[in-house]
């Protein structure tokens, strides 16, 4: 064959959402339709567009029913969406189930199988696609040894603890080497040390092996850690996209500011500007006993350890603050407030 | 001087006081247990131990007077005679089919029950599946002497269907057939199946239904079609619920001396043979020695089930 003029590329997105659109429910006969949303149905995902590059570790973030799941879901091939496309590495899988998908999930219940042992359980995906035994056990095994399990192989599920579980899970949907893997809240039934423990293993399985991870929590401390970018959902929709520092630094709305690290929202008539709102981090506010500044009085304080936060009053405005617990305050204490001008960010309404 | 902090002696002990029944929880727990222990003690196992030793009584041919001697005779001619072998080998040939039958059958009914039904609707199927059950088991088992009769319903038709011909080859077909279906083992055998269905649908619907939803996802997640997942994922997990259903249908057709006596060829099941045999026979040691037949069979047909896994995943 002679050259051709494009070079045999490897699809740069793993993930492309157009307008995709999932609603629950059943719209009665006669029911009135109001605007888009029709009497009767819920949008659980409502014109979604997403872009995800192969490698990245993309997080949803959001509150509860905001729609994380259903995404998950349908990307999974779960749940059908009621319009929209969907391209996995630059196919169309819109119509397709999700054994035909090249997307292995790790639910929030783990969903292993409990006539199986783990060794079983790991090695599925090979079995169903009749790779011979000694092949799949060993390739299993190998799976178990990064996951830390080995010693476990002959167990069954149910003889073991829930990080255990989640970590035969994870093993699991890693055994056929996926191109994308989507994980629903993986670490929700974990302790705190070992979630970070976790936190930490699953960003150092998906740089070594250069899956595309889909993380789905609502917990924003674990995605400003791990993720390379983030979508922040709000019912159904994407509030805003980016990277951990863009949505931390900057964000866009008072959703944003608020579910993202729990910034003030404060008018621009408080702060001395014209109008609008502007989002102030907590830990950029100063705190004074005297001196210039905002005058505020203290509502609440509470003791986080290495650092107190201050529950605020100003104008009628309630404002947070953190402050180093070496400093001592008292509620009903009145108190200054100053901060950078810099650090205020506008927000859209 | 004790620090202050240490618990005092009286509350490391704090079930000391209180009260008894909480202080000793083995004494709440057996109070609980013992009418049904004694039901299934005294009355159910003691009965079956009389059983046993009954079948060892001797029996004079001559006299008919059941004599004290022990023997093992009446056990023994279980297996020998010819005649009560061909009544234990026909019962459980009859259970077995009975059994297979209703697995295949039920199966797929539990299946759609299980996970194409929700709410009010899986109710309405529950309640259509157990509804023969409501009616009188005589009664039942009567209307389809009537249905299988040689002028009933079925008969009338395949006439009217032009089929006459193909039933009448059925009922020439060597050990099924007879001269009626109301009067062949294939009639029997419908009629079991009929009567035992609920038996079997029911706990394996039961076991389908405990199959959480997201483990059939996942195994499509991983590549299985849906093929795949039945077998190695739905399959293995409803079987505990097969073998319950089957453990019911085998042993109540093992046991059952009205249908094989209402519809069904001339020989005897075992239930007949117990029937008969403690009755006009009066033979009352043999009459035990049959009975015990389905109870060992069933105790051998778990601990086989058992064997090959069929509880493992309890
Ligand atoms: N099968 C369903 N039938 C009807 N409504 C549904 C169904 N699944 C989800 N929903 C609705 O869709 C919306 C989004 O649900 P989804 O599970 O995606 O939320 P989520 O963001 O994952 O929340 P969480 O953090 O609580 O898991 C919710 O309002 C929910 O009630
Ligand atoms: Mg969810």
């Known amino acids: ?349 | 001087m004790a620090a202050p902090f240490l618990p005092k002696p009286s509350l490391q002990k704090p079930a000391a006081h209180g009260p008894l029944l909480y202080r000793r929880p083995v004494l709440a727990l057996l109070l609980l247990l013992v009418p049904p222990l004694l039901w299934l003690g005294v009355l159910y196992l003691g009965s079956l131990l009389g059983l046993l030793v009954y079948s060892l009584y001797s029996i004079d041919d001559f006299t008919g007077q059941v004599g004290n001697v022990l023997t093992l005779d009446t056990l023994k001619s279980l297996f020998t005679a010819p005649s009560n072998v061909d009544v234990i080998v026909r019962t459980v040939l009859m259970a077995l089919i009975v059994t297979l039958a209703c697995a295949v059958i039920a199966f797929p009914v539990a299946y759609f029950v299980a996970f194409h039904t929700r709410g009010p609707r899986k109710a309405l199927w529950v309640l259509l599946i157990t509804l023969p059950l409501w009616a009188s088991y005589l009664v039942r088992v009567y209307a389809w002497r009537l249905i299988l009769a040689q002028e009933g319903v079925i008969s009338w038709v395949t006439a009217k269907l032009h089929l006459s011909w193909l039933l009448d080859e059925v009922l020439r077909l060597p050990v099924l057939g007879g001269p009626s279906l109301s009067s062949s083992y294939l009639g029997m055998f419908l009629v079991f199946v009929y009567v035992w269905l609920p038996f079997m649908i029911l706990p394996i619907q039961a076991a389908l239904e405990r199959v959480p939803r997201s483990l059939i996802q996942a195994s499509a997640d991983l590549g299985a079609r849906p093929a795949q997942t039945f077998r190695r994922v739905i399959l293995p997990l409803a079987v505990p619920g097969v073998a319950a259903g089957s453990v019911f249908t085998f042993s109540l057709t093992l046991g059952d001396y009205i249908i094989p006596g209402v519809v069904g060829a001339p020989g005897f099941f075992i239930g007949q043979m117990v029937y008969t045999q403690q009755g006009t026979a009066g033979n009352l040691p043999l009459a035990a020695a049959f009975s015990l037949v389905p109870i060992v069979i069933v105790g051998v047909y778990l601990a086989l089930a058992r064997k090959a896994g069929a509880f493992d995943a309890l």
Request: a neutral charge; aromatic letters at 6%.
């Open chain 1, 1 to 349: 064959m002679t050259a051709t003029l494009t070079p045999p590329s490897i699809p740069s997105l793993a993930v492309e959402l157009r307008g995709l659109v999932c609603t629950f429910g059943t719209v009665k006969s006669g029911t009135v339709k109001s605007g888009t949303v029709k009497f009767g149905t819920v949008n659980a995902v409502d014109h979604v567009d997403l872009e995800i590059r192969a490698g990245e570790f993309y997080s949803l973030l959001g509150p509860s029913g905001s729609g994380k799941t259903t995404c998950l879901r349908l990307i999974g091939g779960f749940e059908r969406p009621t319009a929209g496309q969907i391209r996995l590495f630059g196919q169309d899988v819109t119509g397709q189930p999700p054994y035909a998908r090249d997307v292995n999930t790790v639910f929030q219940d783990y969903a292993l199988f409990p006539h199986m042992s783990v060794l079983d359980n790991v090695a599925y995906a090979l079995t169903v696609r009749g790779v011979d035994k000694a092949t799949r056990n060993k390739r299993a095994g190998e799976l178990l040894e990064l996951v830390k399990l080995s010693a476990f192989a002959s167990r069954r599920p149910a003889q073991l603890s829930g990080g255990q579980r989640q970590r035969v899970a994870l093993a699991r949907a890693l055994v056929n080497t996926p191109k994308l893997l989507l994980l629903d809240e993986p670490l929700g039934a974990l302790d705190l040390k070992l979630r970070e423990a976790m936190q930490t293993e699953l960003r150092s399985i998906q740089q070594s092996l250069g899956i595309t991870f889909i993380y789905v929590t609502h917990d924003q401390g674990e995605v400003l850690s791990m993720s390379d970018r983030v979508a922040v959902f709000r019912d159904g929709r994407i509030e805003q996209e980016g990277t951990p520092q863009d949505l931390y630094e900057y964000p866009r709305t008072a959703f944003v500011a608020d579910f993202v690290g729990g910034a003030n929202v404060l008018p621009g008539a408080l702060v001395g500007r014209v109008g609008g709102r502007f989002a102030l981090r907590p830990e950029r506010v100063e705190v004074s006993a005297d001196g210039p500044g905002l005058n505020a009085s203290i509502t609440s304080v509470h003791y986080l350890g290495a650092q107190t936060r201050l529950e605020l009053d100003a104008n009628g405005v309630s404002i947070h603050a953190l402050i180093a617990s070496s400093r001592k305050f008292t509620p009903g204490q009145t108190v200054n407030l100053r901060w950078d001008a810099a650090d205020l960010r506008p927000l859209e309404d």
